[in-house]
């Protein structure tokens, strides 16, 4: 309650703001651990202030423990086996500080982090990025360096809702035919995770591969692995073979006929535009 001649005073918000920060991944006074990746890395922090920054912290902490009736303990750690420890980290960092020290290896994964477990803070809360211009910033790097991120860990822990973004650009620095393997690899690891069929957990993502990129001898080679192992609707690759028949680009999407940024040029690109 503020009564006449009160007055609020301010002490120093930069003391404040280092003693907080001090507080990140800090054992000391820590009720809450969690143990982070497959390199199990525990990582310590405070439940008053994951709940009171993070809903989906808040009910984490409040669920009991398998086989019990109270809230999780202390003691006992939370695993979180598929978040890597740097970006996990810095999800951490943002929720008690209000910023974030990102960095090209990790910007995409604390993106797709703060989407698949609804740490929602992470893409509201920021002073300097809002979700879309996070997403687009790290898109950004994705284009600029396809190459050696579909070769990550956090490639392979996308969503298929994210990989079909990813795989919606002109400006991926990839050919297609390596982007389909790299596709297909992601599949594979997803469908391992959450234990549904390969054709399943690619039917979003694989209809964004520009498959009339591909010479008439790549396509021939395309259908007949997919033939062993399936993971292209068919009817996608029956509308590249039109595309031949015809000397045209028709039937598909029409950004399907637009060569990437690292698209290889192929004879029959001439007719595709």
């Known amino acids: 309650m503020a009564y006449a001649g009160s007055a609020v005073l301010e002490g120093d918000a930069a003391a404040f703001a280092a003693a907080i920060r001090s507080l990140v991944n800090n054992p000391r006074f820590s009720d809450v651990t969690f143990v982070v990746g497959r390199e199990r890395q525990e990582v310590f922090a405070h439940r008053c ?3 009171c920054r993070c809903q989906a912290f808040q009910g984490m902490l409040s669920q009991p423990q398998p086989g019990a009736q109270e809230p999780w303990p202390p003691q006992a750690p939370l695993v979180l086996s598929h978040v890597q420890p ?3 980290l810095a999800v951490i960092e943002f929720l008690y500080t209000n910023s974030v020290t990102l960095n090209s290896l990790i910007a995409l994964e604390v993106l797709t982090s703060a ?5 929602d803070d992470l893409r509201k809360a920021a002073v300097t990025y ?3 211009d996070l997403q687009q910033h790290c898109l950004v790097f994705v284009e600029d360096h396809t190459r050696e991120v579909v070769q990550t860990r956090g490639f392979h822990e996308l969503s298929g809702a994210a990989l079909a973004v990813v795989l919606q650009s002109d400006r991926l620095a990839i050919d297609e035919p390596d982007l389909i393997r790299a ?3 992601w599949a594979h690891v997803s469908s391992a995770v959450l234990e549904r069929p390969v054709a399943e957990v690619a039917a979003g993502p694989v209809r ?3 498959l009339p990129l591909l010479s008439p001898r790549e396509l021939a080679a395309l259908e007949s692995h997919n033939q062993r192992d399936p ?5 996608c690759i029956a509308e590249a073979w039109k595309c031949h028949a015809l000397r045209k680009g028709r039937g598909a999407p029409s950004h399907l006929y637009q060569c ?8 029959h690109h001439s007719y595709l535009q």
């Open 115 to 119: 989407v698949e477990y609804g740490l």
């Open 130 to 132: 809002g979700q879309m």
């Open 208 to 210: 964004e591969l520009r």
């Open 86 to 88: 740097e970006v996990f």
């Open 231 to 235: 993971l292209i609707p068919v009817e």
């Open 49 to 51: 202030i994951l709940a």
């Open 260 to 267: 990437r940024r690292g698209t290889q040029p192929r004879e």
């Open 183 to 185: 596709v297909r690899e």
